[in-house]
C-alpha cells in the first residue's frame, strides 16, 4: 500500500465501485442507499447525466488554462453563484479549506485587527490558519496566525464578551456539521451579526457542509434572514468535482489588491463547468424544494424509539441516539443504508442526495427501528 493512511479505524469495511442517483454499488454488486453524500457533497447524487456531459463537453474544449486569462465558463460559474447566494463577488479555489484561509486573510487585513472568534465543536478544515479557528485538532498544528478566541455555540452572552476592539472577524457554521448538526437558538445568527457590526468585525459564516441548497435555501444563513460579509462555499457547488469559493461583499473586495490571493487550479474550466451545470440543475430540477421535502420525511419518519432528537433541516440532519452512534451506523451499512457519525459519540448525521426519493427515507427508518430495537449492552461488574 502506498497511500497515507489518514483514516484509520475510522475506513468503513467496503469499497464502491459505482453509483446512480442515491444508490451506491459495491465490488460484489451490493446496493446501497447513500445517506451521507460523501461528507455532505453529492447533492446532485451519482452520475448526473447533464452533469456528465458538461464536465465532458469542458474536457474537450478547454481541460484547463492559466487562472490569469478569461475564460466564459469562469465569469458565467461566477455570476450564477453570486446570483445563486445573494453576494457580490466569488473568489474560485479548491477546497473548503482553502476558502476559509482567504476569509481569514481577508478580515483581518481589512479590519487591521489580529484577533478571529470561533465557535467551540466549530470545524473549518486542517489547513494552518483553518485548524487555528477549529476547536478539534487544533493541538496538531497551533499555527501563530493571530489569536483565537473560542465561545460556546449559540451562546450570544459568551460572544459579546469576547468581542472587542481587537476583534477581526466572527467566524462561525450556521449550523454546526462535525459536531453532529447543531442548530443555534433561533435569531442568534443575526444577533451575532449585529453584535459583530457594533464594534467594527466582520461575519463570517462557513456554509461549507451546510450551505449550497443542502437546507433548502441557497446558504443556511438565509434562514436567519442574514447576508454574511464573507462567506465560504464548497463540497455541494461543484455537485462532487473538487471546488469551493470565497464569497464576499463589494466592500471588502476593494480592499483585496492583486497577488494577495491566488490559486493554480481554482477556477480551472473542468471545475467551472461543475459549478455551472450543478447551479443550473438545481434551479430546473427545483432541488431546493426536493431538499426541503426530504428533511419533512426525515422528521417525520426517524423519530423512532431510540432516538432523542432530529436536528437540522432539508437534505442535514443529526439523529441524535441514546447510544453510542458508530455501532448503529456499522449495523446500517450492513443493511445497506451508509449513514455518517459526527463529533458527539450519539449522533448520526446525514446528508442525501437531494434527488433521493422520498421513499428512501421509509427504508431508513425501517431499518433504523430495527437496529434499535436491540437492547443497549451494558458492562456488569464482575
Known amino acids: 500500500m502506498h497511500l497515507l493512511d489518514t483514516v484509520g479505524a475510522a475506513k468503513l469495511p ?30 446532485l447524487g451519482q452520475g448526473h447525466p447533464k452533469w456528465v456531459a458538461a464536465i465532458a463537453e469542458q474536457a474537450r474544449t478547454l481541460s484547463f488554462v492559466t487562472g490569469i486569462c478569461d475564460v466564459p465558463v469562469r465569469d ?29 486573510k481577508i478580515a483581518r487585513k481589512a479590519t487591521g485587527r489580529p484577533v478571529i472568534v470561533a465557535m467551540e465543536h466549530g470545524f473549518h478544515g486542517r489547513t494552518m ?3 487555528g479557528v477549529t476547536w478539534h485538532y487544533r493541538e496538531q498544528h497551533a499555527p501563530a496566525h493571530g489569536d483565537v478566541r473560542f465561545v460556546p455555540f449559540g451562546d450570544l452572552d459568551a460572544l459579546r464578551r469576547a468581542l472587542g476592539p481587537d476583534v477581526a472577524a466572527v467566524i462561525v457554521e450556521p449550523v454546526q456539521g462535525m459536531a453532529g448538526v447543531v442548530v443555534p437558538p ?17 461575519l463570517i ?26 462567506a465560504t462555499v464548497g463540497k455541494g457547488v461543484g455537485g462532487g468535482f473538487p471546488v469551493a469559493a470565497l464569497l464576499l461583499t463589494e466592500e471588502l473586495a476593494r480592499t483585496c489588491k492583486p497577488g494577495e490571493h491566488g490559486t493554480t487550479f481554482g477556477g480551472g474550466p473542468m471545475a ?61 451499512l450492513t443493511r445497506g443504508f451508509l449513514v455518517g ?38 458492562e456488569v461488574a464482575a
Not at 16 to 29: I, K, N, P, R
Not at 96 to 103: D, F, H, I, T, Y
Not at 186 to 202: D, F, K, M, T
Not at 210 to 227: I, K
Open 14 to 43: 467496503v469499497t464502491f465501485v459505482s453509483g446512480e442517483g442515491a444508490l451506491l454499488w459495491d465490488q460484489g454488486g451490493r446496493t446501497t442507499w447513500d445517506f451521507y453524500g460523501g461528507h455532505a457533497v453529492t447533492l
Open 76 to 104: 458565467r460559474a461566477a455570476e450564477r453563484l453570486a446570483s445563486f447566494t445573494g453576494m457580490d463577488r466569488v473568489f474560485f479555489v479548491n477546497s473548503g479549506a482553502e476558502a476559509n484561509e482567504a476569509a481569514l
Open 129 to 131: 490558519g483553518a485548524v
Open 186 to 202: 433561533p435569531g442568534w445568527l443575526a444577533s451575532v451579526q449585529r453584535a459583530c457590526h457594533e464594534v467594527g468585525a466582520l
Open 205 to 230: 459564516c462557513d456554509e461549507v457542509q451546510c450551505g449550497m441548497g443542502r437546507m433548502g435555501v441557497p446558504l443556511a444563513s438565509h434562514r436567519s434572514g442574514v447576508r454574511p460579509d464573507l
Open 272 to 332: 467551472m463547468a461543475a459549478v455551472e451545470a450543478t447551479l443550473k440543475i438545481m434551479e430546473e430540477e427545483r432541488l431546493l424544494e426536493k431538499a426541503a421535502a426530504l428533511g419533512a420525511r426525515m422528521h417525520e419518519l426517524l423519530a423512532v424509539p431510540g432516538v432523542v432528537e432530529v436536528r437540522g433541516a432539508g437534505a442535514w440532519a443529526g439523529i441524535v441516539l441514546d447510544r453510542p452512534a458508530k455501532a448503529v451506523a456499522a449495523e446500517l
Open 341 to 378: 457519525t459526527s463529533s458527539d459519540p450519539r449522533v448520526l448525521r446525514l446528508a442525501p442526495p437531494a434527488v433521493a426519493p422520498v421513499y428512501a427515507v421509509d427504508l431508513l427508518a425501517d431499518a433504523l427501528r430495527d437496529v434499535l430495537a436491540v437492547p443497549v449492552r451494558t
